[in-house]
């Protein structure tokens, strides 16, 4: 690392440039196998002396909620010869919907100790990991926050959400609620920690409910019926980009809704395994189609207004398959109820807890694949099916 870093800075100076670097990987050599940023990583003079003097460190941390793991953080980055930038998070990389709790409370603490200890520059990371399925636009109500902090130092979220309703002719209240679509009313986190329920209800697949125990008693179509009230109002006196962000997260609380509502009903079929109960939920299959078509057409209406159309293909993929598996859940519903088939082992297998904890908490798994099936979907790369031969 330490020779491609002197010939990176030996083509920066060529061009007269200054260059900046995560700086994680300085921690993580000093304490292998310690994890990101170990707390007690012990830095040598080789890798105090490996930063060339011109590439700033850039010390990134989204996860942390309270000062002193960033004020650890800082003192040990003050003891490189090289200035030290922070990065907090805007959390839009959970799945469809933004985290404004989990802004709040790492952005705060990361901002007081960045100013305590002088920092003069600061990154609000947006990143939109596995296929960018939240919109940029979430993250407007972020910069509004940290720009807050570099005027005033503090946060009066009273005078934020004015300024920013003037700014943007949305309400701020919009991103809390985004951020509810993942809020369920008694989840419980793990410490420090995040979920997004909102996205295993989306993917979970109807007849393989990967996650029936982990959301058991926390799914609720009411819940999302409310959210989805609330988001029609908001429309009211927008237009253009502005509405179609708004709609897209309309039509997401309808979808989870009514996977809520299908949830209920599978699992008291799983229960019973009645033929009569069956086919009273094949209309509920057929109306989680229709949901999720309606939401494909929303979330394509807005990235096409906001995004490259590259990209989409990857959510067009995984919404489609969702629905095909909706078609799917209706013919297999539809065969049990009408005797073509004397059981559904995949709906009937015991439920097992993947992501909740022993004493109720909830985590979080950050990939598609991980939701979709409890097999191997896309997970690892495949292997080319020719071998590439030397020439001379």
């Known amino acids: ?54 590439i700033s460190l850039v010390y990134w941390d989204y996860y942390h909620e309270t ?88 946060w009066d979220e009273t005078d934020i959400r004015y300024q920013f309703r003037r700014l943007t002719g949305l309400d701020a209240a919009l991103f809390d609620d985004i951020t509810s679509l993942n809020t369920l ?33 926390l799914a609720d179509s009411g819940y999302y019926l409310s959210l989805a009230q609330r988001f029609s109002v908001y429309l009211n006196g927008i237009s253009g980009t502005d509405a179609l962000f708004v709609r897209a997260h309309l039509r997401l609380a309808q979808a989870l809704a009514a996977k809520c509502r299908w949830r209920t009903a599978a699992a008291a079929l799983a229960r019973t395994r009645t033929r009569a109960q069956a086919l009273a939920a094949v209309p509920l299959a057929a109306e989680n189609e229709a949901a999720m078509e309606a939401l494909r057409l929303a979330l394509q209406a807005l990235w096409m207004a906001t995004c490259r159309p590259e990209g989409w293909e990857v959510l067009d993929i995984r919404l489609g398959g969702t629905i095909a598996r909706w078609r799917s859940a209706a013919q297999r519903l539809s065969d049990f ?32 694949s991980s939701y979709v099936s409890a097999c191997s979907v896309g997970k690892t790369m495949p292997r080319p099916c020719f071998e590439a031969k030397e020439t001379e």
């Open 185 to 217: 009313p008694s989840l419980r986190l793990l410490p420090e920690g995040t979920a997004n329920p909102c996205r295993m209800l989306l993917y979970e697949d109807p007849l393989l409910p990967l996650f029936a125990v982990d959301l058991d008693g």
């Open 337 to 368: 109820a009408r005797g073509r088939v004397e059981s559904l082992p995949e709906l009937f297998a015991p439920k097992l807890p993947v992501l909740r904890t022993a004493d109720g908490r909830l985590g979080c798994f950050n990939v598609w």
């Open 67 to 154: 000062e002193p793991p960033y004020d650890n953080m800082l003192r040990a980055h003050a003891r490189f010869p090289v200035p030290t930038v922070w990065a907090g998070g805007i959390w839009t990389w959970l799945g469809p919907a933004a985290d404004y709790r989990k802004t709040r409370a790492s952005a705060w603490p990361g901002l007081e100790q960045s100013r305590k200890h002088g920092i003069q520059e600061i990154f609000a990371a947006v990143w939109l990991d596995d296929g960018a399925e939240c919109s940029f636009l979430s993250a407007l109500y972020g910069m509004a926050l940290y720009a807050a902090y570099q005027y005033t130092q503090t």
């Open 1 to 54: 690392m330490g020779a491609h870093l002197a010939r990176v800075d030996k083509i920066l100076r060529r061009l007269g440039r200054s260059g900046m670097m995560w700086s994680d990987m300085f921690f993580a050599a000093a304490m292998p196998g310690a994890g990101v940023y170990p707390p007690n990583a012990v830095l040598s003079d080789d890798i105090l002396a490996g930063v060339p003097d011109d």
